[in-house]
């Protein structure tokens, strides 16, 4: 595997790699950018982790943004080839973003190897969502890097229907298309937390949103609501987990607005330790703002929080809204402060409500779980793994690129 993360902290990354471990049959190693300091290769739970290059790159500017992907890409590339040639990567899954990670593989997969590119986020989208009008050059530039990332895969992996038809659409014909959803690790997250949602007289309100920290993920929104609720809710308080090039802004909000005592920043906090972290909670928070990106987004954290039984305040945007029945959710108005505040403080005088938001979310968990999309996961690699070279890889969307 190929990806330029922070891989002891990526879930959907750590989650299919240890399932392939766990399967028997499979070798897994996995290139990403340096994270402890060292490049010695060392073992995760059965995966094997090789650093390359520098660590992935947080801040905010555009030319060290590219420089850092330019000088993984051919990290990558070198240790990949190497990995082929010494027999032990004969099938490359590759993570983006951005697409174009895949070439990393063009030479193995020219004499042979099998590629996956898994799309956790469209780099259309995801760029879209970063102006008011992307420049129209940008437009075509990213749509061609991603039909180009499909064209070099022999399967591509979405991360969701809507996401699929996206893509779909403009890059790589259905067939092609695999689905393997970013739902929780069953063996991490394995059922609902060892509590009773409490009453507003008993218990602190305690919200709590975990991930990357950036403006379009509406993590000020919180923060915002947490200074317009602290009159009427006495105990409320937000935790937030994570980091992202919007940290040191959302503390100085915090300051701003009074509000500093009442929220706290865990930073970073390994996968492994989420769920004991996580089931101190009282309402679990998805604040996206309405994007191109956020659109298609079913966000992991939410289906966390329903995994463990928390109930869930999150934006009514398209991807949610196919998936997540009304039920499940309290929702509010994306980009609203205000419509986020009203929607926390109805579920939190409401335990009775709170209580049946998280039985539908174990429900859903139930349909939707790891312990499904593993399957998948196992048998899209038995497919590629089986397969002779031929030309069903080449299959693309009949038209032009727009």
């Not at 509000?259 to 009282?282: E, H, K, N, Q, W």
Request: glycine fraction near 6%; charged fraction near 20%; proline fraction near 5%.
């Amino acid at each position: 595997m190929i990806a330029y993360t922070t891989y002891s902290g990526d879930g959907r990354i750590r989650r299919e790699a240890e399932t392939l471990v766990a399967a028997g049959g499979y070798r897994v190693s996995i290139i990403v950018p340096r994270e402890r300091g060292r490049r010695r290769p060392y073992l995760l739970s059965g995966v094997r982790v090789i650093e390359r290059g520098k660590a992935q790159y947080q801040g905010n500017s555009t030319v060290t943004y590219l420089a850092r992907y330019a000088a993984f890409l051919l990290y990558a590339s070198l240790a990949c080839l190497r990995l082929f040639l010494l027999g032990s990567a004969r099938l490359i899954h590759v993570h983006n973003m951005p697409n174009a990670l895949v070439l990393a593989a063009f030479v193995p997969r020219l004499l042979g190897a099998r590629v996956v590119l898994d799309i956790h986020d469209t780099m259309v989208e995801t760029f879209a969502s970063k102006y008011d009008a992307m420049p129209q050059a940008l437009a075509r530039a990213l749509r061609m890097e991603e039909r180009l990332g499909c064209l070099l895969a022999d399967a591509v992996v979405a991360v969701n229907e809507i996401q699929k038809q996206v893509i779909t659409a403009r890059s790589v014909a259905p067939s092609k298309i695999r689905i393997l959803m970013n739902v929780p690790d069953h063996r991490r997250f394995s059922g609902a937390c060892a509590r009773t949602p409490g009453t507003a007289d008993h218990q602190a309100c305690r919200l709590v949103y975990h991930g990357t920290l950036s403006y379009r993920l509406g993590v000020d929104l919180i923060i915002e609501a947490v200074a317009l609720l602290q009159k009427d809710i006495p105990t409320i308080e937000a935790i937030i987990i994570g980091i992202g090039d919007s940290t040191d802004a959302l503390k100085r909000l915090s300051t701003r607005l009074g509000v500093a005592s009442r929220v706290a920043f865990y930073g970073l906090v390994p996968v492994d330790r989420i769920p004991d972290v996580l089931c101190d909670m009282t309402i679990g928070v998805v604040p996206n703002r309405r994007s191109p990106a956020t659109e298609l987004m079913l966000p992991v954290k939410m289906m966390e929080y329903f995994a463990l039984g928390i109930p869930v305040v999150a934006p009514s945007l398209r991807t949610i809204e196919h998936y997540v029945p009304p039920e499940a959710i309290a929702e509010f108005e994306p980009g609203s402060a205000s419509s986020l505040a009203a929607s926390l403080a109805r579920l939190w005088e409401d335990a009775e409500r709170r209580r049946q938001q998280a039985d539908r979310g174990l429900e859903f968990i139930a349909g939707y779980g790891w312990h499904k999309h593993s399957h998948d996961l196992l048998d899209m690699y038995t497919e590629l793994s089986a397969q002779r070279n031929g030309h069903e890889h080449l299959e693309l969307r009949p038209g032009r690129l727009r």
